[in-house]
């Protein structure tokens, strides 16, 4: 178990070590960041002092090792546009992203979840095709396409809600609505072919047949089985969670990290993209390492394994 | 022993396929419609589009569609700027779903090869291609995109590409499972033992046999690649006018939602009907693959 957890934890730091490197590399190689915010006609001395301050005139390595050093103390660097530091501008933006995606995300768990479940129970009838014609649709509408079509109707047409902006509690109901609705879509698909798949293994006929009632075998031994890949999609799903909602901000515009990241790349601040890659990306291999983790704990069998 | 279990299968699948053929579910047979339609009107976009997708008629902006009260000059209406939105969907249709085919086909290769190369070599190599799978799967897709489009410009080479990368590392992970499964049978060594040659190996004895299930892969994957492609193009990232695809109307579309909401919603209908039609194949697909993995 150590030795699976070091070689995970190691693996999961080099992820992290090599998305910091392409995105730096990606992002000082191919433009001029000088160039970029003090604009094309800038006097050659204005562009040589901006490198100087910000130390783009030493070697790539250079750049990157002090980049590096920095980043290991907890130093994202400053916003090359405003002088902010990086992290607070990209912290506080994030909060705004999760008071969509926290809801969102919890939402679309219990539902999605919840109504793979009951497909799974019913398999073969109505209710389990209803569910499904439900799930594959959900995933067939794409949340830019669900949400304007809300917009059109609860905006526009009946003018209950506001379009878009983050002003009143109002404002949050369509973006959740749209994201659960993703998250809820595959997650219910994902559930139920668990499930069934579980429903379908022998010890679940030797509960029945030992005489304990339905609802105690498919308590206590199907679902805590099902669980476990069903777990494991929503790790991915907490893993994306930053990212996952640049679309729909723009739809709704939620000014949130995904704002943020568009309109820095376009500018080029560099110290903030890579400030959300970092973040972004950590996030991510943190999750799908926790995954993995409580796999060992739901898992006996994996644990040996591992 | 092997060899011959192998080729029952596949021996055992085609009768099969075709006798199954009047049970096939009526959502999946109306998606095979669907996406022969599509097929064909992307093919023949160039005889199909009634205009130009540059062609304004100035005097006949924002005309409705014919069900909401227009004319036949132009059956769904036109756009802001007098261009017939029945042609520029026929047009979007082409771009939408060629983008889509050949980042599916590049991935399905660049991560069929990832994924052998991983089996074939062990060791350090499929190390490599296992820390550059969890590198793009930490990489969410978006972001990846939007840094690759703002610095290196805007180009249908460059969206395929980076559609192609959309998905790659479920393409290697699916390969390099189904390698190494194939090493453990018996007929791979056998061929080996025969004397054939690394590529003989793997283009007629290894690749064929993973074949259905790579196309079961690609299917599942490709109606995300759409949904992705077109969720570039709607923030004006992907196809730039006056070009256009699916996403691309849709983004347009939406600053005249209140006034000309068949701008947006014809576009949008079509990516709705496209990604399910193809889900649905894809899923029944798979079930006729593999009835014990049925979702």
Known sequence: ?306 | MMPADVSMQTAAARPGLRARLPDVPVTVLLSMVWMVLMILVALLAHWLKPYTITEMDLMARLQPPVLMGGSWAHPLGTDQLGRDVLARLIVSIRVSLSLAVSATILGVLFGGIMGLLAAHFRGFVEQLVLILIDVQAALPFIILALSALAFFGNSFLLLVFLLAFYGWERHARVVRGLALAAYGQGYMRAVEQLGAGPGRLYLRHMVPNMGATLVVSATLAFPEVILAGAGLSFLGLGIQPPDTDLGNMVGYGRTYLQTAPWVLLCPAAVIVLTTLAISMLGDWMRDQLDPGQRA
């Open chain 1, 1 to 306: 178990m150590t030795g699976f957890l070091l070689r995970r934890v190691l693996r999961a730091l080099l992820t992290i070590f090599i998305v910091v490197l392409a995105a730096f590399l990606a992002l000082r190689t191919t433009s001029d960041p000088a160039i970029v915010i003090l604009g094309p006609d800038a006097p050659p001395a204005a562009v040589a002092a901006f490198h100087e301050a910000w130390g783009l005139d030493r070697p790539l390595w250079v750049q990157f090792g002090s980049y590096m050093s920095d980043l290991l103390q907890g130093q994202f660097g400053k916003s090359m546009l405003d002088g902010q530091d990086a992290l607070s501008k990209v912290t506080a933006r994030v909060a705004v992203t999760l008071q969509i995606m926290m809801p969102a995300l919890l939402l679309g768990v219990v539902t999605g979840v919840g109504a793979g479940i009951v497909a799974a129970l019913h398999r073969g009838r109505p209710l389990d095709r209803i569910v499904m014609l439900g799930a594959v649709s959900g995933f067939a509408v794409p949340g830019f396409v669900f949400g304007l079509v809300m917009v059109l109707i609860f905006a526009v047409n009946l003018q209950w809600l506001p379009s878009g902006g983050n002003d009143s509690w109002q404002a949050m109901i369509m973006p959740i609505l749209t994201l659960a609705t993703g998250w809820a879509a595959i997650l219910a698909r994902f559930t139920r072919s668990a499930m069934i798949e579980v429903l379908d293994q022998p010890y679940i006929r030797t509960g029945s047949a030992k005489g304990l009632i339905w609802r105690e075998v498919v308590m206590r031994h199907a679902l805590p089985n099902a669980a476990i890949p069903v777990i494991t999609m929503i790790g991915f799903m907490v893993g994306g969670l930053l990212a996952g909602a640049v679309v729909i901000e723009s739809v709704f515009s939620w000014p949130g990290i995904g704002q943020l990241i568009v309109s820095s790349v376009s500018s080029r601040d560099v110290a903030v993209v890579q400030c959300v890659l970092v973040l972004v990306a950590t996030t991510m291999v943190v999750s799908n390492m926790i995954v993995d983790l409580l796999y060992g704990w739901l898992d006996p069998r994996m644990r040996e394994a591992g």
